[in-house]
């Protein structure tokens, strides 16, 4: 306040004698105690983080599907849930380093998410596990869900493929380039599936358009119920 006063010519200007300028000195501890860490990192670990449907398909944006105007029931998807926020001090951490460290999820996060997943308790309940596919890393989210399906004693079924090499999401600008980007790129092996509610899971969520365009095929495809699922969220972030 004493660098603006004078820098409004205040001809009053002088120093406060309460902030850490004037004092020479922190005013707040600059070190957290371990014990306040720890319960902090434990507080961020019990708290899950709401994936909202979305309303209306962006305009011309999935001609190939033929999805358009408002999403309508049939289409939709339940509210879903993230475990952590992306590199938070809770699980967030760990799931960045198995992304990009280890290219495998710790068996920690999959008892965390299957607590998640209890305590939430979904209704109608999911009878059964699929993946969001990927071409780059093709065995990291479907490990995971395999693994989360047998915590859950649910049967897994790995029914979406992905037929088209996409861009990230996270290089797309907008929500109409976040969706035209996945138009074509998914289809469902209707083999491999089944028409109860599912969990539909992925390793992480921005836009949510990546859940709702797989979500509607799953409906399309005669699925009561899904239920969007991720490790992290990472909106706000420049991570997809």
């Known amino acids: 306040m ?18 850490s ?32 449907p979305r309303k209306r398909w962006p305009k011309d944006a999935l001609p190939e599907y033929g999805f358009a105007g408002a999403i309508s029931e ?5 509210p879903g849930r993230a475990l952590a926020v992306w590199g938070d001090a809770g699980w967030g ?6 992304k990009y460290e280890q290219q495998h999820f710790d068996d920690q996060l999959v008892e965390a998410m299957a ?20 071409l780059t890393h093709p065995l990291l989210v479907s490990s995971f869900a395999e ?16 037929i088209a090499a996409t861009p990230a999401q996270k290089e797309m600008q907008n929500s109409f380039q976040q ?8 289809e469902i092996d209707r083999s491999r599936f089944l028409s109860g509610p599912v969990l539909l899971l992925d390793d992480m969520v921005d836009s949510g358009w990546t859940f709702n365009v797989v979500g509607a095929l799953l409906r399309r495809a ?6 969007p699922v991720a490790l992290a969220v990472t909106s706000k972030t420049d991570h997809d």
């Open 222 to 227: 005669g699925a009561s119920a899904v239920f």
């Open 93 to 98: 951490e760990l799931v960045r380093d198995g």
């Open 115 to 134: 607590k998640m997943i209890i305590e939430w308790k979904p209704q109608p309940a999911p009878q059964w596990i699929t993946a969001v596919p990927s």
């Open 2 to 19: 004493l660098f603006q006063a004078a820098a409004l010519d205040d001809s009053y200007a002088m120093p406060c004698g309460r902030c």
């Open 179 to 186: 969706a035209r980007n996945l138009d074509g790129a998914f």
């Open 147 to 162: 693994r989360l399906a047998r915590r859950l004693k649910l049967s897994f079924r790995p029914c979406v493929g992905k």
């Open 21 to 52: 300028n004037c004092l020479g000195r922190d005013l707040l501890p600059v070190i957290c105690p371990p014990h306040l860490s720890a319960r902090a990192a434990l507080f961020l670990r019990s708290v899950s983080h709401p994936i909202l």
């Open 74 to 78: 049939d289409l939709a998807v339940q």
